[in-house]
């Protein structure tokens, strides 16, 4: 035992490996990269179903089942979108919420008059509104779309989102793969993105917390905490596919993926119970709901339960960003929602 | 066994820790001059109430004009009225950088500027136009009914007054109904822009506000009525807001100097950052172009959406400098953060104001372009590369500069940047 003690002390020593680079690059490996591949297989199993559905060889519910896994892991990702996915605007052509003005059903119908049928060079040029998720949510699920009886209106335009989705997700991938890749930087420190490690994990913090604020506003939003108190049903993320309480907890899932990681840097042992407690109490209370969001938030009654659910998050978020940025020493900086 | 391993276990995290610890600790020294950082609180506070004091002025000579456009509705004072707006919002946008951080301002400020509006609410739109989903409001044309029945609720809006306005803000809890404010005059004075992504602005004819035979529109009396309301609102709040930063009184600057320094200097770094990224390169840029949305352009009845941006900017650079040019054309200067970050890190302010000067210019780009006859909302159109390139740039300058005021509140030792939560414990 001695001997592997001093062995093991004498390897630090030397190495002075920094455990925040540790982290990092767990992070990188165990984490981040894996979500990326996660999203990009499911956009490559959407493209298939949606091929197969516009064949007729596969049925309304399997394509339905690939779109939720895409949502699911889309979700999953969104706390962990640091470098290429933050960039440019690629995360916006993944997803366009909100849309208060409706803005999915009249851009999506305003291109299939211009251009019928859709050319894949048609949507590319268009707006990120048609070119993602909403869009293909929209010709799937809403009302106004008969789907089985236009699917030679509509297939053209699905099939060209599955295909959009897929090169993205490929293109993202790529990026952090690779010598020079996204993963690259979060393992040796100086490189060409992030003077240390410090820098990297602040960027990978700020992610993270600011998706668990995107996740108040996607509760608050519908419960009308913008609004008076009056619910804004329709404002719901996904309400279309009902989807809004599963993309809660898969983007919970992908955040304290984060956590896990990150708490052995953490040196006061009371917050790291703190936050493991806040992030179960959110999942049980998600867990718990039993009807979607979009249902949910037009019954009065379920109020209470929303508003407990809505401080827990926000119980979560402010130990992370307040406590835990203390604690670790690192300044969090700006993010896009404040002034919100 | 079990008990040493993890003993062992503690023994080398402090090892770890003993050997391997090559960071520093931080310098014992004060990141700033305490008396001098006050002196910089100080100022900004005077920066507010000429800044304000100017809006003021402007509204008063707004309100001058409207009077003028009534006495005599005709295409020359109804001119006359929109330059006059256009001038009120150059001070006024050079304000908002106050608006984040500075909990009165950021309270006050829905029913002087708030925007996108569902303009439906205050009178006659196309039948194309797009509103947003549930909104009972959308449709109510206040200048068209006497009286309003929105739920269960029956309102009384035959006497249209600036109270009454005030109260029809976020009716039925929908954040667009907007009924007073600077885009409610806006939507007055030009109409509805009908051209989408194409070249032109609202093109509400004068006699929307005339009472003869050659008056269109409708309801001109209540229209009228409005439109008078309004503007006498929005002075009656901007003298609030004057009010608020007079130095030697009872109000919200004394509580902001009487505070903790660090937390007027937190403030002025929180206000410059989150213009810069989240509401003007996010929701007034990003939103519009990605989506080539113009029902999410800044002023998009007058589109002057590119002096909009512009002075949004330059209100940014003002607080940084402790730096402003009057209307009048006088310059108000003073101690500046830049002058507290220098003392401390010439690099970090040398670039910061690189930065405000590169972003200055690129949002330049957006004015260039409107006064060669390219607005904002032609420039989000879909296709065009060109216009993309150039509100893209204007993002990425402001991203660069948020960056840079990161790094200034680092050298001034302020790590939380939200004043709402930076001293909050939980």
Known sequence: MRAVMIALVAVLLSACSNPREEVTEQLAHQVLLPAHQQWHDSNAALLVATQGYCADELDGPALKQGFYRVLQSWSYLQPLMVGPMAEGNRSWQVQFWPDKRNMVARQVEALLDASSPLSQEALEGASVVVQGLSAFEYVLFDEAVDLDTRSDRYCPLLTGIARH????????????????????????????????????LSLILRTQITAVD??????????????????????????????SIGNLQASLAGARAVWEQVRSLVGDAQLVSRIDSGYENTAQKLAGLPAPLVELVQNKENLPRLQSLYDSLDNLENLQQVELAKDLGIQLGFNANDGD | MLTRVAAGGLLLSSLWIAGCSDEQPAAPTAPYDEAQARQVVSHYGELALAVYSDALSEARALQSAIDALLAQPDEATLAAARDAWRAARVPYMQTEVFRFGNRVVDEWEGQVNAWPLDEGLIDYVDDDYQAVMGNPGARANIIASESLTIGEQRLDLSDLNGELLASLNELGGSEVNVATGYHAIEFLLWGQDLNG????????????????????????????????????????????????????????????????????????????????????????????????????????????????????????????????????????????????????????????????????????????????????????????????????????????????IEKAALVLDIQALNPDTADHQF
């Open chain 1, 165 to 200: 989705q897929q090169a993205l997700s490929k293109a993202v991938l790529e990026l952090w793969e690779g010598p020079q890749g996204m993963a690259a930087m979060l393992v040796d420190f100086p490189n060409q993105r992030y003077a240390s490690a410090d820098e990297a």
């Open chain 1, 214 to 243: 995107v996740l108040k506003k996607k509760l608050g939003t519908p419960m009308g905490r913008l609004n008076k108190g009056v619910p804004q049903p329709w404002q719901a993320e996904a309400w279309r596919s009902q989807h």
């Open chain 2, 197 to 404: 992504t194409e070249a032109g602005a609202g093109q509400r004819p004068a006699t929307d506000f005339a009472t003869g035979a050659e008056a269109t529109g409708g309801h001109n009396a209540r229209r009228r009525a409005y439109l008078q309301a309004v503007t006498n609102l929005l002075i009656a709040d901007l003298e609030f807001m004057v009010a608020q930063w007079q130095p030697g009184a009872e109000n919200y600057r004394a509580e902001l100097e009487a505070d903790a320094v660090k937390n007027g200097l937190r403030k002025m770094l929180f206000g410059m950052g989150s213009l810069s990224l989240g509401e003007l390169a996010g929701e007034r840029m990003k939103v519009a172009l990605a989506a080539h949305s113009p029902e999410d352009e800044h002023d998009c009845f007058s589109d002057n959406t590119h002096f909009s941006h512009f002075y949004n900017g330059k209100g940014i650079r003002n607080v940084y400098l402790g730096e402003y040019q009057r209307v009048n054309g006088d310059t108000v200067s003073g101690p500046s953060l830049s002058d507290l970050v220098a003392a401390r890190d010439t690099a970090a302010d040398r670039a910061l104001k690189q930065e405000l000067t590169a972003s200055e210019a690129a949002l330049q780009g957006l004015v260039d372009s409107a006064a060669n006859g390219t607005h904002f909302d032609q420039l989000i159109a879909p296709g065009n590369a060109e216009g993309a390139a150039l509100i893209n740039g204007a993002i990425e300058a402001l991203v660069q500069q948020t960056g840079g």
